[in-house]
């Protein structure tokens, strides 16, 4: 018999009674329709469980499921002219499967696994590669070349090369073998806990100017490149005009805006027009440039080129 059943509900917040043998940060699934939860709070007594889905419905007894795995992203091509919420399910794919209004638990892969991205090989049987060194390339648009690094705490010899081609997602392209003589596979994409930074390898001093293209901000309100920066103000005071001026004109290579804790109508409006913007430097859409989150209020349901993040909060 499942113990690890729903005790108490306090809006996102579950309880369950007694020892569990779950892990501090694990990725769970609750009630019969899997809505995705986290493992927030351990002690003797209860278990708690952080659910980032409306828990309306849930009742005492439904069940929890454990994955043994801690909440994760999926990295790699597919990501940008893309829309995901706040834990990387696209959007637009759960529209085909739901219509406009997001279904509660609704599963759906990531990124697109079954997509065939050209991939030009960089490396050849014998090459000794360590961590974030680039094994291959891929045109994910029209303007922007997505580059396979090999992963975090992971070096050691290639072992095998697969030919130029088209592959998945989670097809292997390449193997490396470490020093203790243990063999990776190498593939187009990696999965990242949400919890853990990206290691650095070195801390750069944010001593060049990001380059907005508004003369006001440039003159008055320069922005370091690596730097932070807010833009405070009250509804309709121009906050969202400025993002996209920002987006537009900014010398940033890709651009990455996360709309959190925004009212679905006004991050509508943001999608909209956004995918209406037309990139000054390629003449293409800024789309093929950009990656919008849209974690939203009351929503149900790269890392060697310079990337500016605009973050629209309320």
Known sequence: ???????????????????????????????????????????????????????????????????????????????????????????????????????????????DSDKLWDVTMKVKVGDKLSAGEIYATIPETRIIEHRLMVPPALSGEITEVMPDGKYKLFDTVARIKDEYGKTHDLTLCQKWPIRY??????????????????????????????????????????????????????????IVYVGCGERGNEMSQVLEEFSGLVDPKSGRPMTDRTVLIANLRYIRELHSRSITAIWATT
């Open 1 to 111: 018999m499942n113990n690890n059943v729903i005790f108490g509900i306090n809006g996102p917040v579950i309880t369950i009674k007694g020892p569990t043998e779950f892990k501090m940060m694990e990725m769970v699934h609750v009630g019969e329709e899997n809505l995705v939860g986290e493992i927030i709070g351990i002690t003797d007594d209860y278990t708690t469980v952080q659910v980032y889905e409306e828990t309306t419905g849930l009742k005492p007894g439904d069940p929890i499921t454990g994955t043994g795995n801690p909440m994760n992203v999926l990295l790699g091509p597919g990501i940008l002219d893309n829309m995901f919420d706040g834990i990387e399910r696209p959007l637009k794919a759960i529209e085909k499967q739901s219509g406009a209004f997001i279904n509660r638990g609704s599963k759906v892969d990531n990124l």
């Open 197 to 254: 930074s990206r290691p650095i390898e070195e801390r750069l001093s944010t001593n060049v100017p990001l380059i907005t293209g508004q003369r006001t901000m440039d003159t008055m309100f320069p922005i370091a490149k690596g730097g932070t920066a807010a833009i405070p103000g009250g509804f309709g005071t121009g906050k969202t005009m400025n993002q996209h001026q920002l987006a537009k004109w900014s010398d940033a290579d890709i």
